[in-house]
């Protein structure tokens, strides 16, 4: 089931992210049982490069995708999408756990004063459909987010 949260959807996302508008979903209201989320506590951080996650996924069959979301997350849970990345897996034993790593998108963003960093994962997106066989499940825990920090307001330089 699909939670909200997603990287958007196929050819309206890539226009509206051009314009400043990325893929929003509000954390709070995230249906219970359709997506693993954690949140940091605020900060203002530039962030500079590509996250990577590592996370322990355990499936029910052998074989799935789940996709792992980095929000800037306002006071009242407005969620504006940073990054993001698809994760497939097979031949895996279903039950068993597993560590699961990726590296999502690079990106340069700062996050505002106020806000924090908020990590969803879910089996379902619009924008990259997905390889979960009916009824599996797949659970998530132990995520270690590895976040690029760097200086934020860096101006270019003139010629």
Known sequence: MDSGADAGL?????F???????PTAVLPL???????RWEAPAAHR????APRLRIRVTPSAGTGTFF???YDVGPLGVARLISHAPVTFRHRAAGRPFAAETEMTAT???????HRLGLVVDTVDPLYGGRNPPGARITFDGPVLA?????AGLAG???
């Open 108 to 114: 340069a963003y700062d996050v505002p004063p106020g």
């Open 30 to 36: 995230l249906p219970p049982g359709t997506a693993a």
């Open 46 to 49: 530039a962030l500079r490069g």
């Open 68 to 70: 792992a979301y980095l």
């Open 147 to 151: 976040v690029p920090f760097g200086r």
């Open 157 to 159: 330089t003139r010629p």
């Open 10 to 14: 196929p050819v309206v996302s890539s």
């Open 16 to 22: 509206a992210d051009r314009r400043g508008l990325p």
